[in-house]
């Protein structure tokens, strides 16, 4: 890939850094999904040998605690890789721009 002006430069490094959350947060995922189902498998074979029913063992608040807080963490993530949420995203700030530089423009105006 050539890159011929700055704004190539530019979007190929908007394309970089995007790509480069897209693969933090599916490694995220992947490590959220991996190491929950060891520890809930764990726990479950652990408290199913101590004698406690399947249902029991299963069902226990400690084996979905981790799953529930760091979802949570995992949560906001998504949300801000896929940008769910734009209360505050590029646009309001875009917006916000304008808006203090119309305001500038007419304090200006307003002293000539």
């Known amino acids: 890939m050539e890159i ?3 704004e190539d ?3 190929l490094n908007r ?3 995007r790509i480069g959350e897209l693969k933090g947060f599916y ?3 992947a490590s959220y999904l991996g190491v929950n189902l060891f520890i809930s498998i764990s726990k479950i074979i652990r408290n199913l040998a101590a004698g406690e029913s399947f249902s029991e063992a299963f069902f226990d608040f400690g084996t979905f605690a981790i799953w529930i807080f760091w979802g949570v963490g995992l949560a906001f993530h998504a949300v801000k890789v896929f940008s769910l949420v734009t209360l ?3 646009d309001w700030e875009e ?3 304008q808006k203090y530089i119309k305001q500038e423009k007419e304090r200006v105006e307003k002293f000539r």
Do not use: D, E, L
């Open 15 to 17: 394309a970089k850094k």
């Open 88 to 90: 505050f995203g590029k």
């Open 9 to 11: 430069r530019k979007k």
């Open 27 to 29: 490694w995220h995922f």
């Open 4 to 6: 011929k002006t700055r």
């Open 95 to 97: 917006k916000q721009i």
